[in-house]
């Protein structure tokens, strides 16, 4: 079971940038995931979540209107565009899901992918 993220990178203020996560080992497109972040010496921050098919997104206030979440599940893959970017925007992203192990529920969290944004 895994997830692996790609696309962070260093961009200036106002540039856009979209993450990947890739998926293996679980069935991808039964799951609800979701993009969290985590500022060097902070708590580790909800972003946006998208459920396993149809269904509403939902974005935490400091991103919504400038980054969207998608998947592909054809693919094993989630999406994160990110636009309008901030200098508060610099942190590392993870993706994140729960699945079923038997009975019990089990986190899987990617990698991360570091995001900075600067002049």
């Known amino acids: 079971v895994q997830l692996v993220e790609s696309g962070g990178g260093l961009v200036q203020p106002g540039d856009s940038l979209r993450l990947s996560c890739v998926g293996s080992g679980f069935m991808f497109s039964k799951y609800a995931m979701h993009w969290y972040r985590q500022i060097p010496g902070k708590e580790r921050e909800l972003l946006a979540t998208i459920p396993a098919r149809d269904g509403a997104t939902n974005y935490t206030d400091s991103v919504k209107g400038r980054f969207t979440i998608s998947r592909d599940n054809s693919r094993n893959t989630l999406y994160l565009q990110m636009d309008s970017l901030k200098p508060e925007d610099t942190a590392i992203y993870y993706c994140?899901?729960?699945?079923?192990?038997?009975?019990?529920?089990?986190?899987?969290w990617g990698q991360g992918t570091l995001v900075a944004v600067s002049s």
């Open positions: 994140h899901t729960i699945i079923k192990v038997f009975i019990a529920d089990s986190e899987v």
